[in-house]
């Protein structure tokens, strides 16, 4: 088998495969074999159905080899994308030029391609990642909020002020008298909001004794129907929490550490790793999305988003069909509706394919490749996950005709390193931020706790690994189209 490739108008190309007859002719003894073992012919055992029998049953020796390329061209096409290493984006569509009634094989397939987009001034972008440094205040806010599980709340004789805790008795009216909010001895923190905002403001400057009357608009079920309710509020004990000192007998009794400055110096490092992943995440982020910024809508292939929003779909799907929850109890939840979700959704499948044309358009620009060692790498790499024979990997990678999408994913994911390296990198308050602090080596732990991978710029292979198995190697999608004469 031979193949050629041109390119053609509209991001797509014309791939031109030729079979050879005695290949053709394996085809279709096999295709025989097959359907005698399946056929049901009176008078003969299933596998012993003579051809002129069965070409007498399927409409002619014409008939026979229509089904029989039907079922090999798919074959020949993933084989033939593997020989010109074309990576598409959608189903081809196949016009057989020669060699449907006879002799050897030549089809067309016309199949889209990514589109190779402009990315003016990528070279020259900015991101701003949180600062990974840790600061003394931070240690200390870390400390109080250690303090604060072993706080005590005293009671004091002064107004009331935000983080007190105060003991009331609240109750509440709707027009027409119905009490519908009622409790007595109700220990409210000053400023955390749980009831209403107005009573917060009320409670701010309030003493013992004091008793609060006003109106608040409270939020039912739906919103549309807010209830005014008169509150009255009966203030009887002011408490502030203090928290213990901060001493080593402190330390050895809150955590593991005997002093303080071990405490301190723990605290430190934990924070330092989680900041250093927030802030190589927010590079990562940051980094896609000033790229995809640089791509233009009308150059974004529909077909690309619409795969990315499937993908999107079927991962949400796992993910709450794992939690135990189903997609109406998830809108629910979210307080959206299913075409909220979906324009969401869409929204982020768009800028990830943006982000990902991008990332190969550096690819080209920076004549970044793959090596064949490379991708056998990737290749040997996919079989050690897969628990298989890196032969059979590679041979169902090619069925399959995805070859070229993991060399194209290798190269991409090159381009994303290139980008990484490249971009300037500042803090919030636009001092420059050193890529040695962002590269400090970090536990897989750390790394996978913080969200791993940025979705939307995927791993390598970007679903090879699916196809590797011989179900999805079987049903890759082909759409034939000669004349009306063969359809897939």
């Known amino acids: 088998m031979r193949a050629t490739s041109e390119a053609v108008e509209g991001n797509k190309v014309r791939l031109s ?64 994308l593997a020989e010109a290493e074309i990576d598409p984006i959608s189903p081809p569509e196949i016009d057989i030029t020669s060699g449907k009634e006879d002799g050897a094989l030549a089809f067309d397939a016309l199949v889209q391609v990514r589109p190779v987009v402009p990315i003016p001034g990528y070279a020259g972008l900015k991101v701003t990642v949180p600062s990974p440094a840790v600061s003394e205040a931070e240690v200390d806010a870390q400390i109080d909020r250690l303090r604060d599980t072993d706080a005590e ?8 002020r935000d983080g007190d805790h105060v003991t009331i008795d609240v109750h509440g009216t709707i027009p027409g008298g119905e009490e519908v909010v009622a409790a007595d001895d109700l220990l409210y923190e000053v400023g955390s909001g749980r009831i209403v905002a107005a009573l917060d403001a009320q409670l701010r400057g309030a003493k013992v004794g ?18 005014e309710v008169a509150f009255r509020v009966l203030v009887k004990e002011v ?53 995809a910024e640089l791509v ?22 796992h993910r709450l069909e794992h939690q135990g929850i189903g ?14 979700l979906l ?35 990737e290749i040997d790499a996919m079989a050690s996950r897969l628990r298989l024979e890196p032969a059979v990997v590679r041979e169902r990678l090619t069925r399959a005709g995805r070859i070229a999408a993991v060399r194209s994913e290798q190269r991409k994911a090159k381009a994303l390193s290139w980008l990484l390296d490249h971009v300037e990198v500042v803090d919030e308050e636009g001092a420059p931020v050193s890529r040695d602090d962002l590269r400090v080596d970090q536990s897989t732990e750390a790394t996978a706790s913080a969200g791993g991978p940025e979705e939307g710029v995927g791993g390598i292979g970007d679903g090879a690994a699916d196809v590797v198995s011989e179900q999805a190697a079987a049903a890759e999608p082909v759409a034939v189209v000669t004349n009306g004469e063969i359809e897939a």
Do not use: C, H
């Open 17 to 80: 495969v030729e079979v050879d007859e005695a290949e053709v002719d394996d085809v279709l003894g096999e295709a025989i074999r097959t359907l005698s073992r399946q056929a049901r012919v009176p008078g003969f055992r299933p596998g012993k159905v003579p051809r002129q029998v069965l070409e007498a049953r399927m409409g002619g020796a014409v008939a026979l080899r229509t089904e029989a390329l039907r079922e090999a061209i798919p074959g020949f096409y993933a084989r033939a």
């Open 153 to 160: 709340l005293v009671e004091v004789d002064r107004p009331a």
């Open 210 to 227: 004091d008793v609060l009357g006003f109106s608040a608009n409270v939020p039912g079920t739906p919103p549309q129907q807010d209830r």
């Open 239 to 291: 408490k502030e929490k203090r928290l213990p000192p901060v001493t080593d007998e402190w330390a050895a009794d809150a955590s593991e550490f005997s002093t303080v400055d071990e405490l301190r110096q723990d605290l430190r490092e934990r924070m330092a790793r989680v900041k250093l992943v927030q802030a190589q995440l927010a590079l990562r982020q940051g980094a896609l999305a000033a790229l």
């Open 296 to 317: 233009e809508d009308d150059r974004v292939p529909e077909v690309l988003v619409e795969e990315e929003l499937r993908q999107r779909l079927q991962d949400l799907g």
């Open 327 to 340: 997609v109406g109890q998830f809108l629910e939840l979210t307080g959206q509706s299913e075409d909220e």
């Open 343 to 377: 324009a969401g959704l869409r929204v982020e499948a768009r800028e990830a394919v943006k982000s990902d044309l991008a990332l190969r358009s550096i690819a080209d620009e920076e004549s970044l490749e793959v090596t064949d060692e490379e991708l056998e790498s």
